[in-house]
């Protein structure tokens, strides 16, 4: 069976710890754990599946390192390539911007042909805007670890078990 690729970056700390208990969710063993900050797009197309970290940084920004990949995203085959996307956002002091970096993925991979999955619902979120909507719901996972950090074992518990079949 050929493993799924988690990718986060490795210098994070929100965004590790949540990427690690996705990884005990799911099982170690059929992942390959990668940092976002080194991939190339030789590395990144030896998967067929996907967990992506999107923290969305500023107002409504990728992280450097995803920004920097995606030109080169932009022009990969992606069609057959399933992905689940997760992100950490603040929705009490960027509310008109919240989870946008995922927002930002998701279009840059279903332009490329990419499958997304692993919808969650807004119930239980305050914000105004963000680009990760879709049909009244989030297209991959928010967490909010400033506000919400309570919730966040929940949520990727639930979200794991939502996608697991289909990883």
Known sequence: MKKIAIIYSFNTTKSKNAAKKIVA?????KLDVINAED???EQFMKYDKYILSLPTWFDGELPNYWDEFLPEMEDLPLKG???ALFGLGDQKNYPENFGDAIGIMAETIENAGGEIIGSTDIVGYEFENSKALRNGKFIGLLLDQDNQSQLSGKRIK???SSIKDKL
């Open 81 to 83: 390539k399933t992905f």
């Open 25 to 29: 969710e799911i099982g170690a063993d």
């Open 158 to 160: 639930d979200w794991v």
């Open 39 to 41: 991939i190339t797009g």
